[in-house]
């Protein structure tokens, strides 16, 4: 069973940055890809960004590219998100989430999943 916390978030205004954590425990963590979601009030959660397990492969949401960063530390069992340039329509609960390397751009194929930090940009 794999424990994820994230931490990071915050209230920030439009063009500031911020990075996100997530720490895992509980597994082995060089097993998993990773995978970043948000969900914004009243929204469904939504892909923005995933990770290889060995981190030589990335994928990012169209909305987010080239603002946004994803990264692993696998002998700190720990995945970033960079946020630049952030905008009041990032605003959102952010999560973390472990899962196999197939379909890692896919919501369901996610088996563990924090519990989420606000991230908030005003304009």
């Known amino acids: 069973q794999v424990q994820l916390v994230e931490s990071g978030g915050g209230l920030v205004q439009t063009g500031d940055s911020l990075r996100l954590s997530c720490a895992a425990s509980?597994?082995?963590?060089?097993?998993?890809?990773m995978g970043w979601f948000r969900q914004a009030l009243g929204k469904e959660r939504e892909f923005v960004t995933a990770?290889?397990?060995?981190?030589?492969?990335?994928v990012y949401a169209d909305s987010v590219k080239g603002r946004f960063t994803i990264s692993r530390d696998n002998n700190k069992n720990t995945v970033y998100l960079q946020m630049n340039s952030l905008k009041p329509e990032d605003t959102a609960v952010y999560y973390c989430?472990?899962?196999?390397?197939?379909?890692?751009?896919?919501?369901?194929?996610?088996?563990?999943w924090g519990l989420g930090t606000q991230v908030t940009v005003s304009s």
């Open positions: 989430a472990a899962g196999p390397e197939s379909f890692i751009t896919v919501r369901m194929n996610y088996a563990y």
């Open positions: 509980g597994g082995t963590f060089s097993n998993y890809a």
């Open positions: 990770i290889s397990r060995s981190g030589a492969s990335t």
